[in-house]
């Protein structure tokens, strides 16, 4: 088995060779490429323009007759070879005066005997690296030779070899400091137990979140996965303790207040059959709802990892604010708060769980009650409308608001924030996440001493024809 040291500095040597061999390599061909494409573009830009001039201003006749006007106007100072090829690849005249029967073929030359401006690179018959540019020449339309300008590599080889030189020196520079470093960082944790110690005394501590780092699969890795695997047991233990009592009085506390608060009613208007008609009605679909929160409670830990199971129907969401008006109206009369509901003509079909976009309503508005009762001219509005494809639900109250500071967290599991009202601090979280189940959101704006308004969105049910057959 490998030490941990060995294994750290081979690690920072081999992460330090491949960042070396990578960027020196794309830098080198940079480099390349700009010292040999500047002295292509030099190369283009003076056989173009002598042939342009050539072109222009040489004798009319063929190559031959055009030769000697192209050699006596010729730069002598130029430091290219030029050469004036015929259509058989033959040079006719080089700015030495000289000429060949060699017949040049490459791949410049044939594409100017062509009527196209070409560069290429290889080697002499000396073997010597060269770039080569030829330039077609015309007699008035018709391609009758080429220019050709050849210069030496050999120069620019020189120079880049130099700098490769360079460039393998700061490379090896940088792997010796990775080298150095890396013994450094092995030295500072050839204790890796002390690693160990930290998490222990943090668990004493009540801190059951953290974990210990694990490096490799060694001996010692093996006691950080027995460690971490004990503070995330210990941590599952003890959210469930708190967060069950927490929920399930947060879950069951607002049905329970609806049939209590109908019971009551019923009891002091028991003559008024539509009264308590309309109070049985809720009560019994309060039970039923109470009956499917008690098996979901069953089934907890699925609700802690956000996996509640939604039972799906197609439904008015009018129908829906409705029902939660006439929840509540009792109690706003008891409160001395005016609710009233604004729906517009167009259809606001939803395919959702309606138990679970009730249990956000009944949340938002019952908070809505809480910051809005003792205040003058108390009113809480709520209103429906289908925007594109998305029915929006809008919940407004001018209650006593939400400070900023609270606002940004009004949505965290058990934050309660400055208030003393009563609660788990579960509610809006709940709600926020059934929204996003439901492919919807939940968005919340408030205004300190001027009230409060949640928006829900969700996904406008479009099968309306189906729903009626």
Same mark, same amino acid.
């Given at each position: 088995?490998?030490?941990?040291?060995?294994?750290?500095?081979?690690?920072?040597?081999?992460?330090?060779?491949?960042?070396?061999?990578?960027?020196?390599?794309?830098?080198?061909?940079?480099?390349?490429?700009?010292?040999?494409?500047?002295?292509?573009?030099?190369?283009?830009?003076?056989?173009?323009?002598?042939?342009?001039?050539?072109?222009?201003?040489?004798?009319?006749?063929?190559?031959?007759?055009?030769?000697?006007?192209?050699?006596?106007?010729?730069?002598?100072?130029?430091?290219?070879?030029?050469?004036?090829?015929?259509?058989?690849?033959?040079?006719?005249?080089?700015?030495?005066?000289?000429?060949?029967?060699?017949?040049?073929?490459?791949?410049?030359?044939?594409?100017?005997?062509?009527?196209?401006?070409?560069?290429?690179?290889?080697?002499?018959?000396?073997?010597?690296?060269?770039?080569?540019?030829?330039?077609?020449?015309? #007699?008035?339309?018709? @391609?009758?030779?080429? +220019?050709?300008? !050849? /210069?030496?590599?050999?120069?620019?080889?020189?120079? =880049?070899?130099?700098?490769?030189?360079?460039?393998?020196?700061?490379?090896?520079?940088?792997?010796?400091?990775?080298?150095?470093?890396?013994?450094?960082?092995?030295?500072?944790?050839?204790?890796?137990?002390?690693?160990?110690?930290?998490?222990?005394?943090?668990?004493?501590?009540?801190?059951?979140?953290?974990?210990?780092?694990?490096?490799?699969?060694?001996?010692?890795?093996?006691?950080?996965?027995?460690?971490?695997?004990?503070?995330?047991?210990?941590?599952?233990?003890?959210?469930?303790?708190?967060?069950?009592?927490?929920?399930?009085?947060?879950?069951?506390?607002?049905?329970?207040?609806?049939?209590?608060?109908?019971?009551?009613?019923?009891?002091?208007?028991?003559? #008024?059959?539509?009264? @308590?008609?309309?109070? +049985?009605?809720? !009560? /019994?679909?309060?039970?039923?709802?109470?009956?499917? =929160?008690?098996?979901?409670?069953?089934?907890?830990?699925?609700?802690?990892?956000?996996?509640?199971?939604?039972?799906?129907?197609?439904?008015?969401?009018?129908?829906?604010?409705?029902?939660?008006?006439?929840?509540?109206?009792?109690?706003?009369?008891?409160?001395?708060?005016?609710?009233?509901?604004?729906?517009?003509?167009?259809?606001?079909?939803?395919?959702?769980?309606?138990?679970?976009?009730?249990?956000?309503?009944?949340?938002?508005?019952?908070?809505?009650?809480?910051?809005?009762?003792?205040?003058?001219?108390?009113?809480?509005?709520?209103?429906?409308?289908?925007?594109?494809?998305?029915?929006?639900?809008?919940?407004?109250?001018?209650?006593?608001?939400?400070?900023?500071?609270?606002?940004?967290?009004?949505?965290?599991?058990?934050?309660?924030?400055?208030?003393?009202?009563?609660?788990?601090? =579960?509610?809006?979280?709940?709600?926020?996440?059934?929204?996003?189940?439901?492919?919807?959101?939940?968005?919340?704006?408030?205004?300190?001493?001027?009230?409060?308004?949640?928006?829900?969105?969700?996904?406008?049910?479009?099968?309306?024809?189906?729903?009626?057959?």
């Amino acid at each position: 088995m490998r030490s941990i040291r060995k294994r750290l500095i081979g690690n920072y040597i081999t992460i330090a060779l491949v960042t070396v061999l990578i960027l020196e390599g794309l830098f080198a061909v940079a480099i390349s490429e700009y010292y040999i494409g500047g002295v292509e573009r030099i190369l283009v830009n003076q056989a173009e323009t002598s042939a342009t001039f050539f072109n222009r201003y040489a004798d009319a006749g063929d190559i031959y007759k055009k030769s000697n006007y192209i050699f006596e106007n010729l730069d002598i100072d130029e430091a290219a070879l030029i050469e004036v090829v015929d259509m058989q690849g033959r040079v006719v005249i080089d700015s030495t005066g000289s000429s060949t029967e060699n017949v040049i073929n490459t791949f410049d030359v044939t594409q100017a005997l062509r009527g196209q401006s070409e560069v290429w690179r290889g080697r002499s018959d000396l073997n010597e690296p060269i770039v080569a540019v030829s330039a077609p020449i015309y #007699d008035g339309t018709s @391609v009758v030779g080429a +220019l050709r300008y !050849v /210069s030496s590599l050999a120069p620019t080889y020189q120079v =880049l070899g130099q700098f490769f030189a360079m460039l393998f020196l700061f490379g090896f520079g940088i792997i010796a400091v990775a080298f150095l470093y890396g013994r450094a960082m092995a030295q500072r944790i050839l204790e890796p137990v002390q690693e160990l110690v930290r998490v222990t005394e943090e668990v004493a501590q009540g801190n059951y979140k953290v974990t210990a780092i694990k490096y490799h699969n060694d001996e010692i890795g093996q006691l950080v996965d027995a460690v971490n695997i004990m503070t995330k047991e210990i941590t599952r233990a003890d959210q469930a303790k708190s967060e069950f009592i927490s929920s399930i009085s947060h879950e069951l506390r607002t049905p329970l207040a609806a049939i209590k608060g109908w019971a009551e009613t019923m009891q002091d208007m028991k003559d #008024d059959i539509e009264v @308590v008609e309309e109070g +049985l009605s809720i !009560v /019994s679909k309060e039970t039923d709802r109470l009956i499917i =929160l008690v098996n979901d409670l069953l089934d907890f830990s699925r609700l802690q990892a956000h996996r509640i199971e939604l039972k799906k129907e197609e439904f008015s969401i009018s129908d829906l604010l409705e029902n939660i008006i006439g929840q509540f109206t009792v109690r706003c009369q008891q409160e001395h708060i005016k609710m009233t509901l604004l729906t517009d003509n167009q259809e606001n079909w939803v395919f959702a769980d309606y138990n679970r976009l009730k249990q956000v309503l009944i949340n938002i508005v019952d908070n809505a009650m809480k910051f809005t009762v003792g205040r003058p001219e108390a009113e809480i509005r709520i209103s429906s409308q289908v925007l594109d494809d998305q029915i929006i639900v809008i919940i407004e109250d001018n209650g006593s608001g939400i400070s900023p500071e609270d606002l940004q967290r009004v949505k965290e599991k058990f934050y309660k924030g400055s208030s003393n009202k009563s609660g788990t601090g =579960l509610g809006l979280s709940i709600a926020s996440e059934i929204m996003e189940l439901h492919g919807g959101k939940m968005l919340i704006d408030s205004t300190m001493n001027i009230g409060t308004k949640v928006v829900l969105v969700m996904p406008f049910f479009y099968d309306v024809q189906q729903l009626e057959d």
